[in-house]
Every structure is written in structure tokens, then in C-alpha cells.
């Protein structure tokens, strides 16, 4: 079975992270499927709608760490930077059901969302500074700009986690419900978005947008550059390594 399953009923094309046993972490060959989705979303008319899902026990666990640290994204057409993109872009709505954890990307690929629902067993995190590295997909702009200056430091400074209800509070969630429900729930939304005139969702959404999608673009790409550096620094390598042999990292000569 397929480690991203992608179908397309009803307008809304579904993009679901099947990797349980690796918490729906995401390799580059991953990326690489879901960025040819989004691809498509965007010029198949049978597309009106795209919906991003986990499991009721986990959204996605980020990056797959080994597999990162094997191929690193390098060039700006890396699938990753491709999907992110991809996302950030795409004028027709994009909604999302998280439950679980949803670490990194796993985060911070809601923000390029339009509609996101959440279980109440959902927990955030962008541990980018735990990891030795710096925050991506532009969330060091939409975080500060979505939860105010302060607790965005909390969540990308300190990188902890934070909860359903938190997530609603600051607005990157619409409403939170039971894990079971959610994928529903996001599926019933999204539905009802593409029974709508795709003309006047995709006016509404530019509209609502602004300039902004220009300046995320030119974020992720310094963002993208730092990233890249700093993989290969001390302290993503401590990082990384403390990960790979389950032990806590040790920064303290970094
Ligand atoms: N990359 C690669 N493998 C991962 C992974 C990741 N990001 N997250 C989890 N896994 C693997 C674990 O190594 C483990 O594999 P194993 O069974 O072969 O040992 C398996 O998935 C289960 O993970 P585990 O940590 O035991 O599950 P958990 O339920 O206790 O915790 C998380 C779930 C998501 C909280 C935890 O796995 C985690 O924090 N993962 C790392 C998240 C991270 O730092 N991501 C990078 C963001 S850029």
C-alpha cells in the first residue's frame, strides 16, 4: 500500500498520510507524490477542492529523519519545497483534518490551509530550534502574523507543543471534534465547498490573500536558504544523531 493514497470524489480530491508505523512521517518520494497531486488539483477540473488527512491517531510526525538526513532537500525543486509551494499557491481551497500529533510540516502546512479541523487529541509543534534548524514553509512569517509576536516565539523559540483548543484560540483551527470524527467532519466541509461556483471560491480566497501569497513565496525561499545551511551545521547534526540512536541531544558546547 501506497505511503500517500490520493482520490478524487465528489470535486474534493482527498491526500491522506498512510504510514502509520512511521507516524506519517514523510520522505522526499512522499513529497514527491504529494506535490504531483497538488499539480493536479490545480488543473483538473474535476478538482474543486483539496482535502489533507492523517490518522485519528496521528496527523504526521514531519520529516522522515533518516530519510532527510539521506537526501537532503538541496535545490529549490525539491519535492518538499515543491509541495510547500504547491500549497501555498493553489487557488482553489485547500482544507485539512488533524488528529494526534502533527509535528513540523505537519504544522506548518496549515497555515496555507483555508479550512482546518481538528480532534481534540490533536498537539502542534514546530521543533525547528530543537532540531538545530530554522523554521520552514514560511511559518516564520504566518506564525507571527496568526498568533501575534509572542506566543508564535513560544511555539517556534521554544518549540514545545501546543493543544486543539490553543490552536483555535490563536485561529489556526476552525473547530475542534472527537479524533473519529474529524476526517469526516473536514470531508463534510469540504464537500460543501466544492458544491460551490469554483469561479467565486477562487475570487473570494485572492481576495482574501492579497499580496500575501507573493511575499510567503519570497519567505520560504529565506527561509529555505537558511535551512538548507544549517543542516549541515553542529548542531541539526547533533540533533539528528541524538534522534537516530534514541538518546536527548546535547547542545551545550553549540
Ligand atoms: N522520522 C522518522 N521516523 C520517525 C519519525 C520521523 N520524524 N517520527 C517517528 N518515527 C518512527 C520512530 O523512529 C519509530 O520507529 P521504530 O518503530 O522503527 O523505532 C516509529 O516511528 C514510532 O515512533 P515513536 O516515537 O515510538 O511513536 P510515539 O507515539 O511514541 O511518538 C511522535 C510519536 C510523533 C511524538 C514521535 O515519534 C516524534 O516526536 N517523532 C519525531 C518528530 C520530529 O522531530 N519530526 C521532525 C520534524 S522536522
Known amino acids: 500500500m501506497s505511503d500517500i493514497l490520493t482520490h478524487v470524489d465528489d470535486g474534493v480530491m482527498t491526500i491522506t498520510f498512510n504510514r502509520l508505523d512511521k507516524k506519517n512521517s514523510i520522505t522526499a518520494a512522499m513529497y514527491g507524490v504529494m506535490a504531483d497531486a497538488v499539480d493536479q488539483a490545480r488543473s483538473d ?13 496521528i496527523f504526521s510526525a514531519g520529516n522522515d529523519i533518516g530519510d532527510f538526513l539521506n537526501q537532503p532537500p ?11 509551494r504547491g500549497i501555498a499557491a493553489l487557488e482553489k481551497p485547500l482544507v ?23 480532534g481534540d487529541n490533536a498537539a502542534f509543534s514546530m521543533p525547528f530550534v530543537n532540531l538545530g534548524l530554522c523554521p520552514e514553509a514560511a511559518s516564520s512569517l504566518l506564525a507571527p502574523r496568526m498568533f501575534g509576536y509572542h506566543r508564535a516565539a513560544e511555539a517556534l523559540l521554544l518549540g514545545e ?47 482574501m ?45 553549540l
Open 161 to 207: 507543543p501546543f493543544y486543539a483548543e490553543a490552536a483555535q484560540e490563536v485561529g489556526l483551527v476552525n473547530r475542534v471534534v472527537p479524533p473519529t470524527e474529524v476526517n469526516a467532519m473536514a470531508q463534510t466541509q469540504a464537500r460543501k465547498l466544492a458544491a460551490k461556483p469554483l469561479s467565486s471560491l477562487i475570487a473570494t480566497k485572492r481576495l
Open 45 to 57: 477540473a474535476a478538482v474543486r477542492v483539496v482535502l489533507i488527512q492523517g490518522h485519528e491517531t
Open 209 to 253: 490573500k492579497g499580496g500575501q501569497t507573493q511575499e510567503v513565496l519570497a519567505q520560504m525561499d529565506l527561509e529555505g536558504a537558511s535551512f538548507g545551511r544549517m543542516l549541515s551545521e553542529p548542531a541539526a547534526k547533533e540533533a539528528f544523531g541524538a534522534f537516530m540512536e534514541k538518546r536527548k541531544p546535547d547542545f551545550s558546547k
Open 96 to 118: 485539512a483534518a488533524v488528529a494526534g500529533p502533527a509535528v513540523g510540516i505537519g504544522t506548518t502546512l496549515l497555515f496555507h490551509c483555508d479550512l482546518v479541523y481538528a
Open 74 to 84: 538541496s535545490t529549490k525543486e525539491s519535492n518538499v519545497f515543491r509541495f510547500l
